[in-house]
């Protein structure tokens, strides 16, 4: 088991900025490359980005792509999702997820996951 908890999220308004992270437990963090998902009410859950084990590569949903930024601290156990320029569209929960091994970006490639953290950016 990999226990993962988010926190972060909240209510913005359109154009802010918000960051979230994800603290693991349990497991030798850096063994896992981490995801971020989020699932809007009545939609499916979505990739929005993935960060490799050592934290060099990354890679995002086009939706996302210049304006969110996932980065990870293995000395403290922690992704982050940096979400800059936000817009009413991204208002989801956000789930954090791990897995063993390489990146992917479908939410079956990941076997742990966290409770979620809502945000929604509104006027």
């Known amino acids: 088991q990999v226990p993962l908890e988010e926190s972060g999220g909240g209510l913005v308004q359109p154009g802010d900025s918000l960051r979230l992270s994800c603290a693991a437990s349990?497991?030798?963090?850096?063994?896992?490359?981490m995801g971020w998902f989020r699932q809007a009410p009545g939609k499916e859950r979505e990739f929005v980005g993935t960060i490799s084990r050592p934290g060099g590569t990354t890679r995002y949903a086009d939706s996302v792509k210049g304006r969110f930024t996932i980065s990870r601290d293995n000395t403290k156990n922690t992704v982050y999702l940096q979400m800059n320029s936000l817009k009413p569209e991204d208002t989801a929960v956000y789930y954090c997820a791990a897995r063993y091994g390489a990146t992917a970006v479908r939410s079956t490639d990941y076997a742990y996951w966290g409770q979620g953290t809502q945000v929604t950016v509104s006027t």
């Open positions: 349990g497991r030798t963090f850096s063994d896992y490359a």
